[in-house]
């Protein structure tokens, strides 16, 4: 006796429909940047038709931000940012080591993490061929998490008004993405193996100790601050509380 399969459910198909978009959306988004992709490609890729693209997302410009923040989501681009979220009830120490903690995570992000990496690769090129996107990822991703750099930095500088604290974040952020920019050069010039986690931890000593420094840290502070961010062995933990043990870590 053959038994029939009952109708598949509607939900589960737009649903399927929905992912195979958005994976075949990343993917060609990451590789070629959003003005570099047709949306007949993305519907073929995704074994869809033009008309999924409407009924999903609207518009292209919807689909690339939803692509984004989805490859955001699970590539944990975002993980890095919590360490600066709040501190009213952080110290400067703490502020500090919160700030550490950032930084490693991120330059681990960038150089240690998926190969594909495809959520940065998206926001890097947007930034190298801005789309007509440009002003959605700006306040959607990269305008919130400026202004929370910008905040802690003024946390451990309190008299930099917001113009000097936001060049200072800028100039943080530069440090970090030098080395995902111009991984070859740094490379080939023998100034570290960016693949090994030591060197990584090593680079993100140095960037924090760097941007410490010229928010006028005193240098036992530094040094207690990058003690306090754990190796290259496992994620670094939330900023410790005041009064709480420091988690043993890295050494300078």
């Not at 490609?41 to 923040?69: D, M, P």
């Not at 998206?122 to 750099?149: G, K, T």
């Not at 062995?233 to 050494?251: L, M, R």
């Amino acid at each position: 006796m053959t038994i029939f399969p009952g109708p598949i459910s509607p939900a589960i198909t737009r649903t399927d429909t929905r992912e195979s978009l958005l994976d075949a959306a990343e993917v060609l988004f990451s590789e070629r940047g959003y003005a570099g992709v047709g949306i007949r490609e993305i519907v073929e890729r995704a074994g869809a038709n033009i008309a999924a693209i409407n009924y999903h997302f609207g518009t292209k410009r919807a689909l690339y931000l939803a692509t984004v923040r989805r490859a955001m989501a699970r590539n944990g681009a975002q993980q890095a940012w919590e360490f600066l979220r709040d501190p009213e009830r952080l110290d400067r120490a703490d502020a500090a080591g919160a700030l550490v903690r950032f930084i490693a995570t991120v330059l681990r992000q960038m150089l240690l993490g998926d190969d594909r990496q495809t959520a940065c690769q998206m926001i890097l090129r947007e930034a190298a061929q801005p789309s007509e996107a440009l002003d959605d990822v700006l306040r959607d991703f990269i305008e919130p998490n400026h202004r929370l750099l910008t905040e802690a930095v003024r946390r451990l500088k309190p008299d930099l008004t917001v113009p000097q604290a936001r060049l200072h974040a800028v100039g943080i952020m530069s440090q970090v993405l030098h080395y995902r920019l111009f991984r070859p050069f740094v490379q080939g010039l023998g100034i570290a193996d960016l693949a090994s986690p030591d060197e990584v931890d090593r680079i993100a000593r140095h960037i924090a100790r760097a941007s410490l420094a010229s928010l006028g840290m005193e240098g036992e502070l530094i040094e207690r601050s990058l003690r306090s961010v754990p190796s290259h062995a496992g994620p670094p933990n939330p900023p410790t509380p005041a009064g709480e043990p420091s988690a043993e870590g890295v050494s300078s």
